[in-house]
Nanobody
Framework: QVQLVESGGGLVQAGGSLRLSCAAS????????MGWYRQAPGKGREFVAS????????TYADSVKGRFTISRDNAENTVFLQMNSLKPEDTAIYYC???????????WGQGTQVTVSS
């Protein structure tokens, strides 16, 4: 099992910045990919960004390219999402995700609220 704990959400004005953190514990050796998804009110969960632990490859949704940066602290098994130039449409609950290499099973964190005011 893998446990994910997110932190760093909050309220910010448009144009501001926030940094989210996701700490993984447990069987972290079973993970090959970690990332972030978000879910806005009345909408489905959507992909935001991911970081491949095997090759360090990063992937971003078009809507956040150039504004968000995902990174990893290897020693702490922590993934960060630096969010700059935030827009009201970035308002959502942000969920940390970890994917198991053996079968693609997804682990999820509890979510952290990000609210961007106009």
């Amino acid at each position: 099992q893998v446990q994910l704990v997110e932190s760093g959400g909050g309220l910010v004005q448009a144009g501001g910045s926030l940094r989210l953190s996701c700490a993984a514990s447990g069987r972290t050796d079973s993970i090959y990919n970690m990332g972030w998804y978000r879910q806005a009110p009345g909408k489905g969960r959507e992909f935001v960004a991911s970081f491949s632990w095997t090759g360090g490859t990063t992937t971003y949704a078009d809507s956040v390219k150039g504004r968000f940066t995902i990174s990893r602290d290897n020693a702490e098994n922590t993934v960060f999402l630096q969010m700059n130039s935030l827009k009201p449409e970035d308002t959502a609950i942000y969920y940390c995700n970890a994917r198991r290499w053996s079968d693609g099973y997804d682990y999820w964190g509890q979510g952290t609220q990000v609210t961007v005011s106009s």
